[in-house]
């Protein structure tokens, strides 16, 4: 298979150009035995690149797929976040393994046509046993490898890790999780914890640090998911992290509460994340409809410090977060949609510059065999954009693609 006369952003490429080439070239893109094979310069790049802009599958980071699609039963939260956590508590006392299932595939099947090699869900997590959802995703785990490469994190509230005995058990449910993973593949189950403007903050988050480290566990944290700016959860994590010298084993998505504290606070704390490796993902759907007025046009755009992050040098994430569900009640599993948002909200341009927010960024931060960088020899697995230039990629002629995993394009999806 021939890609012929594409475009691809430097954020995914690692090969290195001859001296003297122009900085806006195409490439031609030889595959092989469901790898890349070979590249060759096509030419110098216009506005009549033949067949788009060629990325890497993409990866998300941050979903809630036991959740999804329930919106017409249980409501929007519009703006309210406690509000839609207790719609969706009592709504999940009805759950079956059936329901959790129907709803999983579908979420799967939109992430798998848009182009998503790789996704990480948090899982409902309030008490400590394992809930429904797990061994559901766990089939779904199995029944999709080698489509979707699939991590699971435990979503439980920070107080909850107060209770020595049972949060024991928990920790332990989930390296058994853990433990039914293909680490070869990049599977994972990861030690989870929603943490905002909690008491005693440290003792909590170090008790979860202790777990995570006595299971050989990963940690995920939704952290400061409010405009609050005494909400400073993620400098307490960063700290914790590096104490526990837990450097790069650690993600946190959310942190809106950054955009609303001085700057130079902000500052601090992204660089003590820099420090402690986490990874940071930033969810711009959800984040946009849950914070900020709704009696009045909202000044807060609810998005975390992007630009700052990237600046200190944070591995800095986009993910699609919540669909149609009490959280957020429109979207979809397309990532590329979130993305684009996500670059209107934080002002981020070149567009294609921040790719590596929904590709490798991701990647490295659930820690798959493949970086998502284009080189010989890497899979074939890539998203062919028919966008023709940086402007183009966020109108819906630029959106629309044709995606290709081991060198074939799959019969499902959009195509370009």
Avoid at 149 to 163: G, H, I, K, R
Avoid at 220 to 238: K, M, P, Q, T, W
Wanted: aromatic share 6%; net charge negative.
């Amino acid at each position: 298979m021939k890609i012929s006369n594409v475009l691809i952003p430097t954020c995914v490429r690692d090969f290195a150009l001859p001296a003297g080439t122009p900085e806006h070239v195409t490439f031609d893109i030889h595959i092989e035995n469901g790898a890349l094979a070979q590249w060759n310069i096509a030419g110098a790049a216009t506005n009549n690149i033949a067949n788009g802009i060629l990325i890497s599958a993409m990866v998300d980071v941050h979903l809630h797929i036991d959740k999804t699609y329930v919106v017409q039963e249980v409501g929007a939260a519009d703006g309210d976040l406690f509000k839609a956590i207790n719609l969706m508590a009592e709504h999940r006392a009805g759950w079956t393994a059936s329901d959790i299932a129907a709803r999983m595939e579908r979420a799967l099947h939109d992430a798998y046509q848009h182009g998503s090699r790789a996704l990480r869900t948090h899982l409902d997590w309030p008490l400590r046993d394992a809930p429904t959802a797990l061994a559901v995703f766990e089939q779904l785990r199995d029944a999709w490898r080698g489509r979707l490469t699939m991590q699971c994190v435990s979503l439980t509230p920070l107080d909850f890790f107060d209770n020595a005995f049972d949060s024991e058990d928990l920790a332990l449910e989930v390296a058994c999780a853990d433990q039914t993973c293909n680490k070869a593949l990049g599977e994972a189950a990861l030690l989870g914890a929603f943490v905002y403007r909690n008491e005693r903050i440290y003792d909590k988050l170090q008790r979860v640090f202790d777990l995570a480290i006595k299971n050989s566990l990963l940690l995920d944290f939704h952290v400061d998911e409010g405009l609050d700016a005494d909400a400073r959860g993620l400098r307490a994590i960063a700290e914790l992290t590096i104490k526990n010298n837990y450097h790069g084993k650690v993600t946190c998505g959310h942190a809106c509460s950054l955009s609303v504290q001085p700057t130079e606070e902000a500052m601090q704390t992204l660089k003590l994340c820099a420090q402690a490796g986490i990874h940071l993902v930033a969810l711009p759907t959800t984040n946009l409809y849950l914070q900020g007025a709704w009696n009045a046009t909202p000044l807060e755009r609810g998005i975390t410090r992007i630009k700052e992050a990237v600046g200190q040098g944070v591995n800095t994430c986009m993910a699609t977060d919540n669909v149609a569900d009490g959280f957020y009640p429109y979207g979809s599993y397309d990532l590329l949609a979130s993305f684009a948002l996500g670059v209107q909200m934080a002002h981020l341009s070149p567009a294609t510059g921040s790719l590596g927010m929904i590709t490798t960024h991701p990647a490295k931060a659930m820690g798959l065999p493949w970086d998502g960088m284009m080189r010989p020899g890497c899979p074939a697995d890539f998203v062919l954009l028919q966008a023709r230039d940086t402007y183009e990629l966020l109108n819906a002629t630029g959106l629309r693609r044709q995606v290709i995993r081991a060198g074939a394009a799959i019969k499902e999806g959009p195509e370009a």
